[in-house]
Structure formats: C-alpha cells, structure tokens
C-alpha cells in the first residue's frame, strides 16, 4: 500500500470548515483513500473514502486531485466532537488490512 | 444497526498469564482484522481472516493466535502475557467481496492491563 504522510497537528475553530490535507503521492491506479478518524481510546471510525471523483457524505466531503498524488478531508462546520485523530489510508479496496501511519491531530477550539 | 462487539471490554492479567479477547463481526461481514493500539501508538495491524482462514498476518507475536469460527465471530489468544503486552486491542470487520467498496468498521476495543 502507498505511503501517506499527513500534518502532525492541526487547530480549527468550532463552525469553521477543518481542511486535513494527505500526500500520497505514489499511489496505484486500484488504490483507494479512505479516511478515518479516532476519538481519544475509542475505535477507529470510518469517514469516507473516494477513488478519482470528489466524494461527499453527512459527515464530510474529499477532495482528490486529478493526478491522485494528494487529496483533502473536508469537514464543514467543525465541532468540538470532532477533536480526534485522523487518518488517511491509500489502500486496495477488497480484502485488504488498513495500515495506520501517524495521523493528524484536529483540534478543535471554541 | 449493529455494530462490531468486543469482549470482554477491560482485562486485567497478571504476567505470564493467558488472555483470549473475542470479537463477534457485523452480520454477514466475511473479514475480521485484529489491530494492537499502545499507549501513545497507531493501531498496528496484527493479523486478519477471510471466511474463516487467515488472510494475512502483521507484527503478531509467536504467543499470539487467532482464530475465526463457522459463525465468523473470530478470537485473538494471547499467552505467556508481558508488561509490554497492555494495550488497546482493536477488532474491525468488513465485507470484503461483496461487489461494493469494502469498508472497515471497527469495535470499541478491549483494553488489557497486564500487571
């Protein structure tokens, strides 16, 4: 699986829209991104997760550039729940274990 | 919905006692992944299972095992414990082959203190 690197730290006040960015920049033509997060102890929630096209659910969106080497978890009106860690993982979509590199931590301020 | 359970949800053992987590999937997910989370760490990859045989295998200690059982609940057996071994230990499932993107979700995790 490619390699992602991600900020360290991020802080974002309550209601603005949080930015996370990803590099991945040598990932495969049947590599997805998906994204995770973790709030503090409890187990990895999944958030979304896109291929080429831009994706949007209720809990975010994820931009991918067109040369697929970064793209950028966007959570519109960040709240202080979603002070977590989060993570972005290149990954074969089937069958495949997810590997957590170093995340980043969103702080989120009111 | 339902969701991915894990027991028992705190463990306490002293050193070289044995410890057996378990981890019961969503319904109808065919895949388990156990993952080990440090304090301070990112969950690691310990060893996964797809329709009851192991699919692939990450940093597991030899005194680790795992099993995934005809109803796909799956157990993680830990003997011979170690100070080092007190952990968050994370069980995820997903439906790995069924014509959609596979998604992973995971328990809350069984915290095991090894004293």
């Known amino acids: 699986d490619a390699k992602t690197t991600q900020p360290t730290s991020m802080d974002c006040a309550e209601g603005r829209a949080a930015n996370l960015p990803c590099n991945h920049s040598?990932?495969?033509?049947?590599?997805?991104v998906y994204w995770y997060r973790q709030i503090h102890s409890q187990g990895p929630q999944y958030i979304i997760h896109?291929?080429?096209n831009n994706e949007t659910n209720e809990m975010a969106s994820l931009i991918i550039t067109e040369d697929r080497k970064s793209s950028t978890l966007i959570l519109p009106h960040a709240t202080l729940r979603d002070t977590a860690v989060y993570y972005c993982?290149?990954?074969?979509?089937?069958?495949?274990?997810?590997?957590f590199g170093a995340g980043t931590i969103l702080r989120v301020k009111s | 919905a339902a969701g991915v359970i894990q027991s028992p949800r705190h463990l306490i053992k002293e050193k070289r006692e044995t410890a057996t987590l378990k981890c019961y999937p969503i319904?109808?997910?065919?895949?388990v992944y156990w993952y080990q989370q440090g304090p301070g760490q990112d969950p690691q990859f310990l060893i996964s299972?797809?329709?009851?045989?192991?699919?692939d295998k990450g940093s597991i200690p030899d005194r680790f095992s795992a099993q995934q059982f005809s109803d796909y609940h799956s157990e993680l057996n830990m003997s011979s414990l170690e100070l080092g071994d007190s952990a968050l230990y994370f069980c995820?499932?997903?439906?790995?082959f069924g014509g959609g993107v596979d998604k992973a979700f995971f328990g809350q995790g069984t915290r095991l203190t090894v004293v």
């Open positions: 995820a499932s997903s439906l790995a």
């Open positions: 040598t990932i495969s033509g049947n590599e997805y």
């Open positions: 896109g291929l080429k």
């Open positions: 993982i290149v990954r074969v979509a089937e069958g495949n274990k997810l590997v």
């Open positions: 319904p109808r997910h065919d895949t």
């Open positions: 299972f797809y329709e009851k045989m192991q699919s």
